[in-house]
């Protein structure tokens, strides 16, 4: 059989970025399944073989910063390219779509009904009351066609795959009788693992003697990265010895570079880091910090970089609450604190005063990914689901 993604986001291993695409069309490359993707690229057009995946790849263009009218062209294009190229190969037995955008879910429907075959739909974001909460949807229309538009693809999916808890709720919420399966982000054990830092990075990020605060990810609005600074700021204020690393890129680059340059010694920015710059800022960090802005909807997202933070074994902490702070807080992974630099500074000097704490977050931190999240056991599950749904349509 052979298998298409959908996936407009797609990265490699060796771009950077989020991967968890490459890790599920890996996982059925290397069970026998035959496997295809088609993205978009921002500069490149055609096919290519990655590590036996063939990549259909569609100029499209797609950047964080785009403005809500940008976002929605490259959807919308991506949507319908999707459907033309999916023409151009055979032979295919199911699609896997996956979100964000929810207009994936379009192209998935229509090929479905073009080939007579079935889709499973991918839920990392619930869309579109993430954008409707965060203010960025306001016509009434548009929320009305969105909506339905999310549940007539839950409906016909054949099933649903949830990255969270949360995000399953949310797809019953709208479509009690999907047919859900939760597979959260996965934990790469094998590239990230907990080591002794090295003196070489230590110095290269000049960081040495401190306790390291690292972000590592999307530089986005949703992300509420000036909590980081004010935590930094906190931190300073309070003379504790504590270095904060700002790594990535996004549509609040700019005004974060800026707020840094103005005063905030204790931070450093980074650029956006292929993996093997991610780990080498794992290495020199202690403690990961996960963040976003306190909408409620955006408490049941599934963030990658959580998951590789586990896997280095670091300490995590979050400035925002659902099932993510729930975990933390019930394996001692570290702390969570409700965006108050007071709040942050006085948990984080708990920890300061103790370095068994520390120690001990970290190794429940790298126990957590091996057992629960780690790329083999999800791996498996993933599979398992593409041979079962085939297996019931043949």
């Not at 995946?53 to 319908?80: A, C, Q």
């Not at 949830?162 to 996965?186: C, D, F, R």
Request: hydrophobic share 40%; proline share 4%.
């Amino acid at each position: 059989m052979k298998v298409l993604i959908l996936h407009q986001h797609f990265n490699t291993p060796y771009e950077g970025g989020a991967i968890r695409s490459y890790y599920l069309a890996k996982a059925l490359v290397d069970s026998g399944i035959e496997t295809v993707v088609i993205t978009g690229s921002n500069d490149k057009s055609g096919i290519e073989d990655v590590d036996g995946i063939e990549v259909h790849y569609l100029k499209i263009s797609y950047n964080n910063s785009f403005g809500f009218l940008d976002r929605s062209f490259s959807f919308l294009r991506f949507m319908n390219g999707a459907i033309r190229e999916s023409r151009k190969i055979d032979n295919i037995g199911l699609v896997y779509a996956i979100s964000v955008p929810l207009t994936v879910g379009g192209a998935a429907m229509r090929i479905k009904k073009q080939r007579n075959i079935p889709f499973i739909f991918e839920v990392g974001d619930l869309w579109p009351e993430a954008p409707i909460e965060m203010g960025f949807i306001k016509n009434p229309l548009l929320k009305t066609y969105l909506r339905n538009l999310e549940k007539r693809i839950y409906m016909r999916a054949e099933s649903v795959v949830a990255l969270s808890p949360s995000i399953e709720a949310g797809v019953l919420k709208v479509h009690p009788q999907a047919n859900v399966h939760q597979i959260p982000n996965m934990a790469d054990t094998d590239f990230y693992r907990p080591e002794e830092k090295d003196p070489v990075l230590e110095k290269k990020f000049r960081v040495e003697g401190k306790f390291v605060i690292s972000y590592i990810g999307a530089l986005g609005f949703a992300n509420g990265l000036h909590d980081f600074l004010d935590a930094a700021q906190a931190a300073d204020n309070a003379k504790l010895p504590v270095h904060f690393i700002l790594c990535g890129a996004g549509a609040t680059e700019t005004a974060l570079v800026r707020r840094i340059s103005n005063g905030l010694t204790n931070v450093s920015f980074k650029g956006f880091q292929n993996r093997e710059g991610v780990r080498e800022l794992m290495n020199v960090t202690d403690a990961a910090f996960i963040s976003y802005l306190p909408f409620p909807i955006l408490q049941t997202g599934s963030p990658n970089k959580y998951f590789d933070a586990l896997a280095a074994g670091k300490m995590i902490i979050t400035n925002f609450g659902g099932w993510i702070r729930q975990e933390i807080n019930e394996n001692f992974l570290g702390f969570s604190f409700d965006n108050n630099p007071g709040e942050f500074v006085s948990k984080l000097s708990e920890f300061l005063n103790s370095r068994a704490r520390i120690k001990l977050a970290q190794q429940r931190a790298r126990q957590l990914a091996e057992e629960k999240y780690s790329r083999k056991i999800l791996a498996e599950k993933f599979c398992g689901i593409i041979r079962e749904t085939v297996g019931r349509k043949n």
